[in-house]
């Protein structure tokens, strides 16, 4: 009995001693040192091998006297930081189109979260995903970009947060005035750059390879990749690209010169002020800029008042070509050959403008027709004919396709054609899976539906479909490739050629798996047509 009770005892203690070293590695494992200090990271999920860091600082809080200025470097801090808890989420309007933005908002909003499962001595892909929302809302902390699936499966998964409509994108002649590079805006963007040095500096404590860098993201944050490609302050921070569902076209400029200044940002940023009651704050003096930064945040917001939507109310605030962050219109950079030429994986979703309809009130055929002459004018007719209507219940079928190419299709593959001129590493997809939920709301495969695919952020049992789990198998899957190796065509999977103008191909991720080309092609040539007019009068007229 004795001899067994030592057994027993024998065991307990080799347990416990056990326990006790699995607890000591697992605090060696999410204790990092990076720049600022030492953090404290937590399991992502029992049993999944993942840490996940979140709200770690990548720059100092954008707040007061560094309100609409360049982030700046990270303060140290003493002790070991807690990164348990995202950080706070930017400023933003309450709205109900993107969900699961928890927590506080505020100015001092400029935090990253990092997912991985890699030792330190490993060099895995990383991945940092860029959110969208219009850049005017929206959040690195949505559960929907969690990092489990990509960490769990081999890379390292970094989500961020950026300075968003006032905060992010307001240009000021004071502003400009006071910048020692005589710009302003663009704030969000130079957030960005500063969060992938951050990853460049950092992320090998975290088992991440600081030379294999794919940024990515979808609707706003597709744009926003589009203008890092085509940003010399961006060079040699990232080393592929993938871009969702928007492309960096038609961007307006700092300020124009002339009489009607009326599309420049700058000029947006004056109109702003006076809404927010500073009538006299059209100059550019230091006590100008002073008075702008003493407005209060939600004050500020009001006035400004971020458009969300495509159509929907409120000010259009985002980029802007200022000669400094973005030299030029990213298209013309992709076109010659300049800008940072990586690996490119660019797409779209067959039914993106179902999302927009409710900002659009047309409903009859006659109101359909005179919006296409009032928007398309001597293309109208061109307009009509490829998108009739005979009967008002066409009407939104109509204007959910044409806003679907206008805006998504045509502008993806003009993106794609100018990228390729330069890069034989370019690559083009196409998403049309209809889960069955979006079905019965009518929506389709529409805007940033495809996201669910690319993260499997579900657990095992809530897939709708066999298919649904496969399709997400093959995109996230692809898109892992890419970060591996800047090419998504799996061995042994479908096949996948580069895109080049004169083969227009791409990948259908759908009911069908497969090479498809041409897609759209009449109706994108026919939009070509209209951009390159519309390009033309926008230069004469500056």
Not at 52 to 74: D, E, S
Not at 288 to 317: N, T
Not at 344 to 367: C, H, Q, S, W, Y
Not at 472 to 484: C, K
């Given at each position: 009995?004795?001899?067994?009770?030592?057994?027993?005892?024998?065991?307990?203690?080799l347990?416990?001693?056990?326990?006790?070293?699995?607890?000591?590695?697992?605090?060696?494992?999410?204790?990092?040192?990076?720049?600022?200090?030492?953090?404290?990271g937590?399991?992502?999920?029992?049993?999944?091998?993942?840490?996940v860091?979140?709200?770690?600082?990548?720059?100092?809080?954008?707040?007061?006297?560094?309100?609409?200025?360049?982030?700046?470097p990270?303060?140290?801090?003493?002790?070991?930081?807690?990164?348990?808890?995202?950080?706070?989420?930017?400023?933003?309007?309450?709205?109900?189109?993107?969900?699961?933005?928890?927590?506080?908002?505020?100015?001092?909003?400029?935090?990253?979260?990092?997912?991985?499962?890699?030792?330190?001595?490993?060099?895995?892909?990383?991945?940092?995903?860029?959110?969208?929302?219009?850049?005017?809302?929206?959040?690195?902390?949505?559960?929907?970009?969690?990092?489990?699936?990509?960490?769990?499966?081999?890379?390292?998964?970094?989500?961020?947060?950026?300075?968003?409509?006032?905060?992010?994108?307001?240009?000021?002649?004071?502003?400009?005035a006071?910048?020692?590079?005589?710009?302003?805006?663009?704030?969000?963007?130079?957030?960005?750059?500063?969060?992938?040095?951050?990853?460049?500096?950092?992320?090998?404590?975290?088992?991440?390879?600081?030379?294999?860098?794919?940024?990515?993201?979808?609707?706003?944050?597709?744009?926003?990749?589009?203008?890092?490609?085509?940003?010399?302050?961006?060079?040699?921070?990232?080393?592929r690209?993938?871009?969702?569902?928007?492309?960096?076209?038609?961007?307006?400029?700092?300020?124009?010169?002339?009489?009607d200044?009326?599309?420049?940002?700058?000029?947006?940023?004056?109109?702003?002020?006076?809404q927010?009651?500073?009538?006299?704050?059209?100059?550019?003096?230091?006590?100008?800029?002073?008075?702008?930064?003493?407005?209060?945040?939600?004050?500020?917001?009001?006035?400004?008042?971020?458009?969300?939507?495509?159509?929907?109310?409120?000010?259009?605030?985002?980029?802007?070509?200022?000669?400094?962050?973005?030299?030029?219109?990213?298209?013309?950079?992709?076109?010659?050959?300049?800008?940072?030429?990586?690996?490119?994986?660019?797409?779209?979703?067959?039914?993106?403008?179902?999302?927009?309809?409710?900002?659009?009130?047309?409903?009859?055929?006659?109101?359909y027709?005179?919006?296409?002459?009032?928007?398309?004018?001597?293309?109208?007719?061109?307009?009509?004919?490829?998108f009739?209507?005979?009967?008002?219940?066409?009407?939104?079928?109509?204007?959910?396709?044409?806003?679907?190419?206008?805006?998504?299709?045509?502008?993806?593959?003009?993106?794609?054609?100018?990228?390729?001129?330069?890069?034989?590493?370019?690559?083009?997809?196409?998403?049309?899976?209809?889960?069955?939920?979006?079905?019965?709301?009518?929506?389709?495969?529409?805007?940033?539906?495809?996201?669910?695919?690319?993260?499997?952020?579900?657990?095992?049992?809530?897939?709708?479909?066999?298919?649904?789990?496969?399709?997400?198998?093959?995109?996230?899957?692809?898109?892992?490739?890419?970060?591996?190796?800047?090419?998504?065509?799996?061995?042994?999977?479908?096949?996948?050629?580069?895109?080049?103008?004169?083969?227009?191909?791409?990948?259908?991720?759908?009911?069908?798996?497969?090479?498809?080309?041409?897609?759209?092609?009449?109706?994108?040539?026919?939009?070509?047509?209209?951009?390159?007019?519309?390009?033309?009068?926008?230069?004469?007229?500056?």
């Amino acid at each position: 009995m004795k001899r067994g009770s030592e057994r027993i005892g024998a065991i307990i203690v080799l347990a416990a001693g056990a326990l006790v070293s699995s607890a000591a590695a697992q605090t060696a494992d999410t204790l990092i040192a990076v720049e600022g200090g030492t953090i404290r990271g937590t399991t992502a999920q029992a049993g999944s091998g993942v840490r996940v860091f979140r709200g770690i600082p990548y720059a100092r809080p954008p707040v007061g006297a560094l309100r609409w200025k360049p982030p700046q470097p990270v303060e140290a801090w003493s002790g070991t930081r807690d990164c348990a808890q995202f950080g706070p989420s930017c400023i933003q309007p309450d709205q109900k189109v993107i969900r699961g933005i928890t927590g506080p908002k505020s100015e001092d909003c400029l935090y990253l979260n990092v997912w991985t499962a890699a030792p330190k001595e490993e060099a895995r892909p990383v991945m940092v995903w860029i959110h969208g929302g219009g850049f005017a809302i929206g959040s690195g902390a949505q559960a929907l970009y969690g990092g489990l699936s990509f960490a769990r499966d081999g890379a390292v998964e970094v989500t961020i947060n950026y300075r968003l409509g006032p905060f992010g994108f307001m240009a000021h002649p004071a502003l400009s005035a006071e910048s020692p590079d005589h710009v302003s805006g663009n704030y969000g963007l130079l957030d960005m750059i500063q969060a992938l040095r951050w990853v460049h500096d950092n992320i090998a404590a975290f088992g991440g390879d600081p030379a294999n860098v794919t940024i990515f993201g979808e609707s706003a944050g597709s744009v926003a990749v589009g203008c890092l490609i085509a940003s010399p302050l961006a060079r040699g921070l990232f080393h592929r690209a993938i871009m969702e569902s928007g492309v960096a076209a038609s961007l307006p400029p700092l300020h124009r010169q002339g009489a009607d200044d009326s599309l420049a940002t700058e000029a947006t940023g004056v109109a702003i002020a006076r809404q927010a009651g500073l009538d006299d704050s059209a100059g550019a003096t230091e006590e100008v800029a002073a008075r702008l930064r003493a407005i209060p945040a939600e004050a500020l917001l009001q006035a400004a008042s971020p458009r969300v939507g495509l159509f929907g109310s409120g000010r259009k605030m985002g980029p802007a070509i200022d000669g400094y962050v973005l030299p030029r219109e990213p298209l013309e950079i992709y076109a010659s050959g300049e800008g940072n030429i990586v690996p490119v994986l660019i797409g779209t979703n067959a039914d993106e403008g179902t999302l927009f309809l409710p900002e659009i009130p047309i409903r009859k055929t006659t109101g359909y027709v005179l919006a296409a002459r009032r928007l398309f004018g001597e293309y109208a007719d061109e307009v009509l004919r490829m998108f009739p209507v005979r009967t008002d219940s066409e009407v939104r079928p109509a204007i959910a396709r044409l806003v679907t190419i206008s805006s998504f299709i045509a502008p993806a593959r003009r993106a794609a054609r100018a990228m390729s001129t330069h890069n034989p590493n370019v690559w083009m997809y196409h998403f049309t899976r209809v889960a069955p939920p979006l079905s019965a709301r009518g929506l389709g495969a529409t805007h940033g539906a495809e996201i669910f695919y690319v993260f499997k952020p579900y657990p095992d049992a809530a897939l709708l479909s066999g298919q649904d789990e496969t399709v997400s198998d093959a995109m996230h899957a692809a898109w892992l490739q890419f970060a591996r190796t800047g090419n998504p065509a799996i061995d042994g999977g479908a096949r996948w050629p580069a895109y080049t103008s004169a083969k227009d191909a791409y990948m259908e991720f759908g009911d069908r798996i497969g090479e498809g080309s041409g897609l759209d092609s009449r109706e994108c040539d026919l939009f070509d047509k209209i951009a390159s007019s519309w390009r033309q009068m926008r230069h004469f007229s500056r």
